[in-house]
C-alpha cells in the first residue's frame, strides 16, 4: 500500500454513495417540472420532492410535514437561531449556546448579538461535554432559544441533548441541536433527543453537497430565513432543487441501514491502540473516550504541530485541530475551550473513518506516522 492515497477526512464531507449518484443521475432530467406548478410536470417534481421529504422524516422519526429542506447545515443553523429569535416580537432575547459550537452556530450568534440578543456562551469540561445544570443555570425569563450540538465535529464528543432538551422543555424554551455530524452515524430520533429543531447536512452522510434539512416541531413558530413565495409551505422561499433533494433523501434512506457502526467503531478503537503502542505517552486522545462518534480520533502529538505532521503524512488526507493564518498557527477554539494545554492542542490531528476504510489503511497510516 506504499504511495497509495488513503482518506480519513469524513467528517470534512463524505463521497456520493453509489446508490445516492444513481438518484441523482436519474432525477437530473426527469421529473423537470417546477414544483409549485399545477399541471402534469409539476406534479410530478413535487411528488418526488415529497418523497424525499418522507425518506429524510423517516430517518430522524418524524413527519415529512416536519422537514424543511435548506442549501446545506449551515443555512439550517441560521434558520433556526434566526428564525426563533425574529419570531419572539421582543418577547425574548437570550439564546444560550457553547463554546465549542461549529461557526455556523457561532457566527449567526454573534451576529444577533449586534442585533440585540443576549448569547451565553456556556463552558464544556476536559472532554468538551456541556453539564446540563450549566444550562438549567444560565435560563432566565428572557430566554428563547438552547442550542447545544449534538456531536463536537473536531474531537466527536457527543453531548447530553435529551437531558438539555428536557430542561429547556421544563421552562417552555425552544431547544436546537446541530447534527450535521452525527446524522448517518448515530440515531438521531427527534423524539428520544427530545428538541424542536434539529440541523442536517446532506455531504456529511454520503449525500451531495449543498442540500441539508432542518427539522421543525409541529407548532414552532419560525421567521422565515429567505423571504419569497410560499415554498416549503412558506418556511423557506425559492423553487425546489428537486436534483439535491433526491439526492438527500436517497442518502437519508441508505443511512437507515447503515446505522450499525460497530464495525468503524472496531476500527476507531484499533487506530488509537496502534497509536498509543508506536508512540506511548508521545501521543494523547482529545475528546470523551466513551461518549463520542464512532468514527472519530482525534489525538495529539505532544510538542509537535498537527500542521507539520499532515504535510509530511503524504498521501493521508486528514485534518488539524488548529486553524493556521498566514505564517501563524494558533490553538484549536475547541480545544481551547477544553483546557487542553498548546503544547499538546497544538499538535492535534483529527482522523474521521468512513464506510470504506479498511484496517490495512489504518495500519498503513501508523506506519507513515
Known amino acids: 500500500m506504499q504511495g497509495q492515497r488513503i482518506y480519513l477526512d469524513f467528517n470534512a464531507t463524505t463521497p456520493i454513495a453509489p446508490e445516492v449518484a444513481a438518484a441523482i443521475s436519474r432525477a437530473l432530467t426527469d421529473p423537470f417540472g417546477n414544483p409549485s406548478s399545477e399541471h402534469w410536470a409539476g406534479r410530478q417534481a413535487r411528488q418526488a420532492v415529497e418523497n424525499a421529504r418522507v425518506q429524510v422524516a423517516a430517518l430522524l422519526h418524524c413527519t415529512s410535514d416536519e422537514i424543511v429542506f435548506t442549501s446545506g447545515g ?13 419570531a419572539q416580537d421582543g418577547r425574548g432575547d437570550q439564546i444560550i449556546t457553547t463554546q465549542v459550537e461549529h461557526p455556523a452556530v ?3 450568534c454573534r451576529f444577533l448579538e449586534r442585533l440585540g440578543a443576549q448569547v451565553t456562551y456556556l463552558t464544556v469540561d476536559r472532554f468538551g461535554r456541556v453539564d446540563p445544570d450549566d444550562v438549567r443555570r444560565a435560563l432566565t425569563p428572557r430566554t428563547v432559544l438552547v442550542s447545544v450540538m449534538h456531536a463536537n465535529n473536531e474531537v466527536g ?24 455530524q452525527s446524522v448517518g452515524k448515530i440515531p438521531t430520533s427527534v423524539d428520544e433527543l427530545g428538541v424542536d429543531l434539529l440541523s442536517v447536512a446532506g455531504h456529511k452522510l454520503y449525500g451531495p453537497k449543498g442540500v441539508g434539512a432542518l ?7 419560525l421567521e422565515p430565513l429567505i423571504h419569497g413565495a410560499g415554498h416549503e409551505s412558506g418556511r423557506r422561499a425559492g423553487t425546489e432543487s428537486i ?7 436517497a ?16 476500527l476507531r478503537d484499533l487506530f488509537w491502540e496502534l497509536l498509543q503502542a508506536r508512540f506511548g505517552d508521545r501521543v494523547v486522545l482529545n475528546g470523551h473516550p466513551t461518549e463520542r462518534l464512532p468514527n472519530t480520533l482525534n489525538v495529539s502529538f505532544v510538542a509537535q504541530l498537527g500542521s507539520a505532521v499532515l504535510s509530511r503524512l503524504e498521501g493521508v488526507a486528514a485534518s488539524t485541530g488548529s ?23 497544538m499538535g492535534a490531528v483529527r482522523f474521521s473513518i468512513g464506510r470504506t476504510t479498511t484496517r490495512e489503511e489504518i495500519e498503513e497510516v501508523v506506519s507513515r506516522l
Open 251 to 266: 442518502a437519508c434512506e441508505l443511512a437507515q441501514s447503515w446505522l450499525e457502526m460497530e464495525s468503524i467503531c472496531q
Open 157 to 180: 464528543t457527543l453531548q447530553p441533548i435529551p437531558e438539555i432538551a428536557r430542561i429547556a422543555r421544563e421552562h417552555g424554551i425552544l431547544s436546537h441541536t446541530d447534527a450535521a
Open 215 to 221: 427539522y421543525v416541531r409541529k407548532g414552532v413558530r
Open 323 to 345: 486553524a493556521c493564518h498566514s505564517s501563524s498557527v494558533q490553538l484549536s477554539p475547541v480545544l481551547k475551550a477544553m483546557n487542553v494545554p498548546p503544547e499538546i492542542g
Open 106 to 108: 457561532l457566527n449567526p
Open 74 to 86: 449551515s443555512e439550517a443553523n441560521n434558520h433556526a437561531l434566526k428564525g426563533v429569535f425574529f
Open 243 to 249: 436534483v439535491l433533494d433526491i439526492g438527500l433523501g
